[in-house]
């Protein structure tokens, strides 16, 4: 004798668009309240910004730019400039990149029964390296460092590593666990665990966040130069001071090319690490 068939279970219906013990419902009703009180807030001149007087006197300043210089001499001085700011990015991100490291281990836990006595302390570290902008650093150091690349280079170093600490922190506690107990459990010593262990399953993830930052740091690097760290900054903040347009259109050609060449790089190799 056949069996009854069960009857099909009723379709679910979709779960409301705010649930009152949803957290992250109220964390973006919030978040949507604060962008209406900061429209509400502050003066914004929506209709004197797109006035036909403005339109017109912003597109007078862009035709002031054309055409750009392409002199010889000057687009030499502007690939020499170009080719010091790559240098400073470079240079910036890899020593970030080595404190990073230095400064990741003691502010990560690096298993359950690790004490990390030094953990809070780094941590403030480095939040308090990443919480000053590049263009605060390289003003403090021009003091001592005075005008030219160096204080550019140290200032993109020391915010970039207060970055990346953090993310290498982040990525070596996520870290799986199971290669590290078992060398752990055969008396292998911390350090050396950290080197066969945890280091080769993170070291992915670590240079990813390292040619990622230093996509941001040609950016940086290209404006650094605006209170005298070199570089085509310093060269743009020289001919816009004054009103060299033409030439002034180059420099900002050069910076997004050389952008545009950095980021395809990056992209190229954080590919070739996922294969």
Known sequence: MNKPRAANPPYKLPPPLFDARCK???????????????????????????????????????????PPDISPSFLHKVGVAAWETLAM?????????????????????LHPQDPAWGRASTRMLLNALRSIPELVWAALLLISAGLGPLAGTLALALHTAGVLGRLFAEAIENAPAGPAEA????????????????????????????????????RAAAVLGVV???????????HMGLFHMPKTATILGAMLLLVAIVDAASLGARRLMTR
């Open 228 to 238: 005298g760290a070199g570089g085509l900054g310093q060269l743009l903040s020289f």
């Open 89 to 109: 990015s470079a240079l910036g991100t890899l020593l970030a990149a080595a404190a990073a490291l230095a400064l990741a281990l003691p502010a990560a836990r």
């Open 24 to 66: 992250a419902c109220w964390f973006t009703a919030g978040l949507l309240v604060l962008v209406v009180l900061s429209f509400w807030s502050l003066d914004l001149q929506w209709a004197q910004f797109f006035s036909a007087e403005a339109v017109d006197s912003m597109g007078s300043f862009i035709g002031e730019f054309f």
């Open 183 to 218: 060398l752990r459990a055969q008396g292998v010593a911390n350090g050396l665990v950290f080197l066969y262990a945890t280091l080769p399953q993170v070291l992915p993830q670590l240079l990813s966040y390292t040619l990622y930052r230093w996509e941001n740091n040609i």
